[in-house]
């Protein structure tokens, strides 16, 4: 199998860059579950390529922390544990509701149009059960940050959610949390067309608050 499916995807991505995205979308799938071990050998076998892409998909994936590293024995998917819930949600706490609301502030007609179609994409993944909802649900989050972001809050905000993402999949299959979740971000992308910057600081506090009590109890 050849990793490279068209001469367009090539020259705009790398292979390490299409590996990364390959095996950290089977990593958030469960497709590759939580201690499994990622062979390098095994991977470059697969795509037919070598293993310095594959070393380098990997060292993100460890970046990210979505692999570790045991000595003498490669690398392996890492399990989610309520400790890195708990790191990583509490970081979009700080960051978050703020940038949020200068998005707001900061939003054109453009990106409001964005940001309703962007809900509009998440809450149809939702209703059927695609196993990429998580994806819809960034996509519609960053949509909210991006007009008033710099670069590295811009940066920070989407590494924060890549690495909340697989926690967010988690907690979207528990109970009827895609219901409850679908009405939070009605009420969220209305109040941000309105631009009250206060009660957008507050519902998205709340939403994200709410996920991670959430996990608490599950994880």
Same mark, same amino acid.
């Given at each position: 199998?050849?990793?490279?499916?068209?001469?367009?995807?090539?020259? !705009?991505?790398?292979?390490?860059?299409?590996?990364?995205?390959?095996?950290?979308?089977?990593?958030?799938?469960?497709?590759?579950?939580?201690?499994?071990?990622?062979?390098?050998?095994?991977?470059?076998?697969?795509?037919?390529?070598?293993?310095?892409?594959?070393?380098?998909?990997?060292?993100?994936?460890?970046?990210?922390?979505?692999?570790?590293v045991?000595?003498? %024995?490669?690398?392996?998917?890492?399990?989610?544990?309520?400790?890195?819930?708990?790191?990583?949600f509490?970081?979009?706490?700080?960051?978050?509701?703020?940038?949020?609301?200068?998005?707001?502030?900061n939003?054109?007609?453009?990106?409001?149009?964005?940001?309703?179609?962007?809900?509009?994409?998440?809450?149809?993944?939702?209703?059927?059960?695609?196993?990429?909802?998580?994806?819809?649900?960034? %996509?519609?989050?960053?949509?909210?940050?991006?007009?008033?972001?710099?670069?590295?809050?811009?940066?920070?905000?989407?590494?924060? !959610?890549?690495?909340?993402?697989?926690?967010?999949?988690?907690?979207?299959?528990? !109970?009827? !949390?895609?219901? %409850?979740?679908?009405?939070?971000?009605?009420?969220?992308?209305?109040?941000?067309?309105?631009?009250?910057?206060?009660?957008?600081?507050?519902?998205?506090?709340?939403?994200?608050?709410?996920?991670?009590?959430?996990?608490?109890?599950?994880?």
């Amino acid at each position: 199998m050849n990793i490279v499916t068209s001469p367009e995807r090539i020259l !705009n991505r790398s292979i390490s860059d299409q590996l990364y995205g390959i095996l950290r979308e089977r990593i958030l799938s469960g497709e590759l579950a939580a201690g499994e071990p990622v062979r390098q050998d095994t991977i470059a076998a697969l795509f037919d390529v070598s293993k310095i892409p594959v070393r380098e998909a990997l060292a993100r994936l460890q970046q990210d922390g979505f692999v570790s590293v045991h000595p003498k %024995r490669g690398f392996f998917v890492t399990p989610l544990t309520r400790a890195e819930a708990e790191d990583v949600f509490h970081l979009r706490l700080r960051v978050e509701p703020d940038a949020t609301a200068l998005g707001a502030r900061n939003a054109t007609s453009a990106d409001a149009d964005h940001a309703r179609m962007m809900l509009g994409e998440l809450e149809a993944a939702i209703d059927r059960k695609d196993a990429q909802r998580g994806v819809y649900n960034r %996509r519609f989050h960053m949509a909210l940050v991006r007009p008033g972001a710099g670069p590295m809050t811009l940066h920070v905000v989407d590494l924060l !959610n890549v690495t909340a993402d697989r926690y967010v999949r988690f907690h979207l299959h528990m !109970n009827d !949390n895609d219901t %409850r979740a679908n009405q939070q971000h009605r009420a969220l992308l209305e109040c941000w067309l309105k631009g009250s910057r206060r009660e957008i600081e507050t519902l998205t506090r709340d939403h994200i608050r709410m996920t991670l009590d959430d996990l608490r109890q599950a994880l």
